[in-house]
């Protein structure tokens, strides 16, 4: 695997100290995204470094001086409460957010409250402080040493800078008793600090509550906290403290993380009030762990088990996450877990696929130009991504319009079964023919040649041929073979033979009276047909086992070709189940062999006779092969030997086609709106048009999408373009066609689009990638077969 050499990227190892920037594009996803402008961001030249920055590094080093960074996710926006708990020991910080305090609670509800009055002559007050414990367990015994030898309580506190743990001893205290007690503690054998806290009802000061202080141990953001506002903590027992500052949370227990609203997520949680009166409610957790929870939302490791499809999607969507740091910075947050940005629902989502493709792509991003990409996904390509610019407006290199599939002759090689044997080259009106010999031939049938021709399928059947083809069809049929005369290669004689042999009676002759028997027998020499046999006929061309010849006569005076005759087995004994033919949906082909679809869910794995008979259904006809594609999708017909190998295959080609995207079930879609419908979901950008007339599509991009819409009205005529076609009419994607319904008069009644993919269509195609995978792609070739130009780099 390539990664980008450390050199050329240094910039990008000033992550924890810089804001990063975002480009104009806003994430595209799984679902439809909003994607719009950002204008919020500093300049992509804050990646460069400047020369005394410069640093010389091995190509196989890794940047460890730069720690990982802390990414923020709002969980919840302008909410009314939220509800904090752990099964574990829940710890908070309402000031110094690295220094977290355990909590007497599990569970608390927090709301939105106007800020309670400050007192007017607040007293400086002190804390007694023991810290630099190695444990929780450590801190928890020293707390009942505490008690047990001085009858002192204590609070455990965790220092997330320092990752050590600490207590605080006792309650507030003045300068003077602070003192004095620290003296009382050190002659008992304690280390304690003397630490000042506020004396305001709440441990943040009067500062603090207007937003003027910075945040200890968080990056800094601008938080629209409200200077009349405040975050108040209720328990079970009532009020439990509140503050104009934003509150941390954490548990002191990994395995019994923080919950908010009962869901788990890894790190912290911030809560802090808006001017609005609102709270924000914020998850603040390290770079890949936060990644650990959107890849399994985006593509999901259960429906797209590929370790290097889930590789690719944990490297566009950590480079995303960098690229976008800071883009909702004056709301007190980075990114949203939504697809306005990428979905991300914390611990309880992850997946071990998903987390095992985060932990071994750890901090390799996406680069271009030496600065991290603005990695945009669209769940369903529909074959072709498109340029940027025709969505977004603005161009950019990495975002080019690229095939979903393999390039050259890799696209369809890996999917491809072959025979040595060699197919048969008939007439048109011999090509159906050359099916009904293979299933023969494979069951043993005698006579039959290695490689049927027309002359031999036009010619008479010998006597001895029928008589044995009909023991052949007793006993796949496990009848008593059929008393034959020296006429049975003839229709009428050939008819009841043949009944007999497959039913071991003659159904017709119950089955048919008169009227049916002369009805069925339709043809124009019906007449000619012994009487003895008529109804044995009549009973075959009722169920489709006998036609007549293209002139509607059968001639039953001359000998069938051999043609008409294994024609007429073939159709009786497969319509009975007795070829044992299978049918199945295959999946892409593996190393040759055929892979079909379980109803468990499972792959069965089954090799091909390399001899085997291959058909493939070309528009109505089937064609014998000599090699057959088969990408997954497909419908397939085979047979399986005593060998236990595949020497019938019949293939007819997946609707979805092959591009890589195709097991996605939106790689095609139509949806139907009337006239009104589409017209009110344009009002908004078609003002003035009068009454809507048509829709054409003046433009397309070069993935085909429509780029240009041109709405015509009985007043004027208006345009929807770009990416707001999609979003304006309400579809999943927009590389579409329309098909128009016309009332009498000639007037569009109604639209049907007929389209592929879902999403915007710019950038790695989450399904095309699990589809490049199963093709044998690493995840660095999808990520450059999507994104062009493009590097891997490891950050840190």
Known sequence: MHYLSARTVFALLLLSQ???PTSIIAQGDSRPRRSQPDTTQPGADQWRTTSNQAVTLSDSTVATSVVEPKIRVALATNVGSATISSSGQLMNATYAATTLVALDVQRLRLEARLLSPLSTTPEETFQLQITGLASRAEAAQKSR?????????SQITNDTSTNTWGLIVGGKYSREAADAERTKLEDAGYAVAVVPVSGASSPATAANRTGNLPFGGLRTVSRPTSSSREVVAFANAGRLFSSGAPVTFASADTAAPVRFNDRPYRGQIEVFATPRGALTVVNVLGLEDYVKGVVPNELSPGGFPSIEAQKAQAIAARTYALRNLGQFMSQGFDILPTTRSQVYKGLSSEHALSSRAVDETRGVVATFDGKPINALYTSTCGGRTEDSQYIFTDAVGYLAARECAAEGRAMLAPF???????????????????RDFALLNMHSFGFLRSKVGDSWLEDHAELDEVRSWLLS???LAKQVAPAVTDTVHYPPAFATALSTAVFGERRGDTLLNSADIQYFLAVKDGNEIPEGNRADVAFLIREGYMSALPDASLKPKEPLSRGRALHSIARILDARNLLQLQKATARPTADGALVLRSTRGKDQVVKVSPDAYLFRHIGERRHPVSSVIVVGGEPVTFHVNS????????????PNGASADRSSPFANWSTALTVGQVQARLARYTGGIGSLVDLRVAARGRSRRAIDLEVIGTNKTNHVRGGRIRSALGLREQL?????ALDESGRVTGFTFHGRGWGHGVGLCQVGAYGLARQGYTHEQILKAYYTGIELTRMY
């Not at 040493?145 to 001085?150: F, P, R």
């Not at 579409?736 to 128009?740: A, Q, T």
């Open 18 to 20: 810089l804001a990063i």
């Open 145 to 153: 040493e505490l008690q047990e030898a001085i009858g002192e309580d």
């Open 416 to 434: 491809t079964i072959t025979t040595t044997r060699e197919p048969a080259d008939l007439k048109e009106e011999n090509l159906e023919l050359a």
């Open 473 to 475: 069809v007793a006993r």
């Open 643 to 654: 060998a236990g190998l595949v020497d019938y295959l019949e293939v007819r080609p997946a």
């Open 736 to 740: 579409f066609v329309i098909e128009r």
